[in-house]
Structures are given as structure tokens and as C-alpha cells.
């Protein structure tokens, strides 16, 4: 017998092999969401910050929590179910779909935004490194990136493991789940690639050591 234990069970299961794509279906935010978005507007308005893309934005619902604080924003997907539930939930909001991991981000993005957030997405990506080519090349010199990633270090994965945790936290059996681990070494390593500058790292969710996520932010360079 199989227990289906609603949206996120039948995703897992009954969509394995069948998906194309990461599959949206319901609205609204995710409680990651809620957790990081207090950091995520402070920074944002510290560095003054008017324009600003979602990079990975789902189904919209983050997005427009940003666009109801003041910022304009624009959101692109790889998701064509997530897009889908964002141009129809905020119409006026615009809103792309687009390979994370292509190559480019396309001409009508680049060096156009104050800032580029990017909100647990980067775990979902096999070429992490596409997705930061793709900020980086959306960013106007001296703009802001802001990622965020599911926190793990050694207290955090030992408490996984006491627990017997780690079915739950990884999502193994979700078509397009977490593929990378990120610890603030890779995560901040990452970032350093591509020559951000005052680059700094904070923790979302519980204690530090137990944190449900993690923030890497840093300025694009003039050059």
C-alpha cells in the first residue's frame, strides 16, 4: 500500500519519470519564502535597490511579495507550470520562461537590474555555475546578487542523520528535487568565481548551526 499524503507525495510519485519540469501547482509562498524574505528586503533597500529580477521565481508568489514592498520586479522560470500560475495569479508583474541553465539569459536582460534574487533555486540546478552566469550577466555594475540555498554543516547533517532526516530534506524522490549540497565553504566559493565584491554570508531559521537556509549576497564589480 502507498500513503499519499497530499500535494507533495502525489509530486513525488505519481509525476517521477513523467515530468518534464520542475511541476507547479499551487499558489502562494513557501515557508523558506517567509523565512528569508525579512533579510532579503533589508538588504535590498541597504543598497537602494529599484529593479530587480527572480531568478528562478516559481510560481510567482515571491516575486510579487517583493513587488508589494516597493521594488519592480520581473521573474523568469525554467518551470513552464510555475510561469503559467504566475502570469495568471500577477498579471502585472512580467514574468519569462527560461532555461536556467542555458547559456545566456537573452539581450532584454542584461546589465538592466539594481539587483538579482535568486531564493532556493541554485540546489535544483545540475550547472550551478549557468544560473550565476546568468545573474551576473542581468546585473548592472556595481548591482546586488542575493542567493539562498538549504543550509548544511556538520551539526545540521549530524542532526539529520541522528533523526533519520535526510529522506525528508533532500526530496530524492521529486523529479527536478535538490541535486547539490551547498555548505557556506562551496556556496561561498561559488560566489568568489565570479568576482563579486563585499561578499558576506548569513543564516535563516532556527540557530546558526541548525539553520534552515543560507544567504550568500555580494556587489557585481564595475569591470
Partial sequence: MVMQIGTKARQDKSLSLAAGEFVWEEEGESPVHRLVKPIIVKLLRENSVSR???????????????????????????????????????????????????????????????????????????LPRMLMQNAMRALRPGGLLILSTPYHGYWKNLALAITNGFDAHWHPLRDYGHVKFFSKQTLVQLVQEYQLEEIQFETAGRISLLANSMIVHGLKGAV
Fill in 52 to 126: 530587480v529580477l527572480d531568478l528562478g521565481c516559481g510560481n510567482g508568489a515571491f516575486t510579487n511579495s517583493l513587488y508589494q514592498e516597493g521594488f519592480k520586479m520581473e521573474g523568469v522560470d525554467s518551470s513552464c507550470s510555475g510561469i503559467g500560475i504566475a502570469r495568471d495569479r500577477y498579471p502585472w508583474i512580467p514574468f519569462s520562461r527560461l532555461d536556467l541553465m542555458s547559456e545566456h539569459i537573452g539581450d532584454g536582460h542584461i546589465d538592466q537590474f539594481d539587483a538579482v534574487v535568486s531564493v532556493e533555486v541554485i540546489e535544483h540546478l545540475l
